[in-house]
């Protein structure tokens, strides 16, 4: 099943890479962040699948100290926060597709209307079959819909806010897991200690980096386009009103 959806990933990517109708800028990089970030979740999710098997003590251990110990070492729900953080990037995103779509739709809408218009009260008919489908080309003018300006911040400061929640459990809780070589396992049935080991401890410390590193590219990503935008749609367009003034 996961590999079936991360195939059916590959035209949806090309389709949007070849897409030049985008309404406002960055479309299609985040488009290609979705693709690439749910590749990248079904590849560090192998090593994980069956990390319970992985999980072996040394000793004369039954198998309920044996799941007492692998409970107590993972604590916390790796894979399932993996997951959830990209549901809230995938969630976060198509909120604001969606408040965009609008905005862009209505505005064709309206554009259409007055090109049709304009057009009959000048006697061109000939010419509105040209002129309505370049409207679909048009992007949204941040310059004039301020609130869609702060709507367009807002998704880069709540997708920073949420990558950094994520990147700081990868650093501090999912890593230290599987850093160390041994691990010391003591519970109040048997006390032991028993000393457990996790099989393919290297493949799951990449895993972890790999969303380390992409976490780190999206945080990256947003700043850049945050910034961008701070400077173009209001510093710029501040300074044009008060040239203006003057």
Known sequence: MAGAAVAGLIPVLHSVASDKSGYYIGRQLWFAFIAVYGVVMYMVGIPWASVHEDFWCHGNITDPCLIECFEKHFSSPVVGTWYFFFFIFLALFFLMEFFMAQIWHKQIKVKSVESVASEIEEGFMVGIQ???????????????????????L???????????????????????????????CSTESRPGPYFCLIRGIMEKQMSIYTLIILSFTIILFCSGFFIYSIHHYLLKGLASAKFWLD
């Open 130 to 152: 040209e002129h309505v489908p370049s409207l679909k080309k048009s992007i949204l003018n941040f310059h004039q819909e301020k609130m869609l300006l702060l709507l367009y």
């Open 154 to 184: 807002l998704y880069f400061l709540l997708q920073v806010g949420a990558q950094c929640v994520f990147l700081f459990l990868l650093m501090c809780q999912h890593l230290p897991l599987v850093n160390q070589a041994i691990i010391h």
